[in-house]
């Protein structure tokens, strides 16, 4: 199964979790680069109102094609509840190419449901599996047994 790891990360977490699943998965990677300037104080409340907005946002244009691929992983920190604004970006222009999709993210405490729940409509398919992490569990290295699962699940499938 040919699968790619497609995912937004502000400050590293899912960036973190990403490369623990390509080292597992041995497959592609695509980090999506927001085009915004998200840094610092200011940058975090144009997030927070952007993402509650549910604006997507300018994404720096991909490498990889997803429709080359049989499993599409897609990852995003939870933002105000939903999703970052360049994970929306990314689904809405590339929803016609997944052929099937898994979804991860990471949040400081919630959202994770309403994260994955967005996903879902926005890419017009159901996940294979499903990772949620808090923020501390990646920084703390205390996800390989949940990960593993994941793998697991979406490797059965
Ligand atoms: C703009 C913004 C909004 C956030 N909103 C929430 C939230 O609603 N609930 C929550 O538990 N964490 C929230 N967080 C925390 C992030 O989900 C969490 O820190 C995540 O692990 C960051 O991932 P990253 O390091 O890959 O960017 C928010 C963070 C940012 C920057």
Not at 59 to 64: A, S, T, W
Not at 139 to 156: C, H, P, T
Request: glycine residues 6%.
């Amino acid at each position: 199964m040919k699968i790619l790891i497609a995912f937004y990360s502000r400050t590293g977490t899912c960036r973190k979790l990403a490369e623990a699943m390509r080292s597992q998965l041995s497959c592609d990677m695509e980090e999506i680069v927001d085009l915004k300037d998200r840094k610092g104080a200011i940058g975090f409340f144009v997030s927070c109102k952007d993402a509650a907005l549910k604006h997507a946002t300018e994404i720096k244009p991909p490498q990889k094609q997803p429709s080359d691929y049989d499993l599409v992983i897609l990852g995003t920190p939870v933002w105000t509840g939903t999703i970052s604004c360049a994970m929306r970006a990314y689904l809405t222009q590339f929803k016609d190419m997944f052929k099937s999709v898994a979804f991860f993210c990471t949040t400081r405490d919630s959202g994770i449901q309403s994260a994955f729940d967005n996903m879902q409509v926005l890419c017009g398919k159901a996940p294979i599996g499903t990772l949620g992490l808090k923020q501390k569990e990646v920084v703390k290295n205390l996800f390989s047994e949940k990960l593993s699962a994941f793998i697991k699940d979406i490797e059965s499938k």
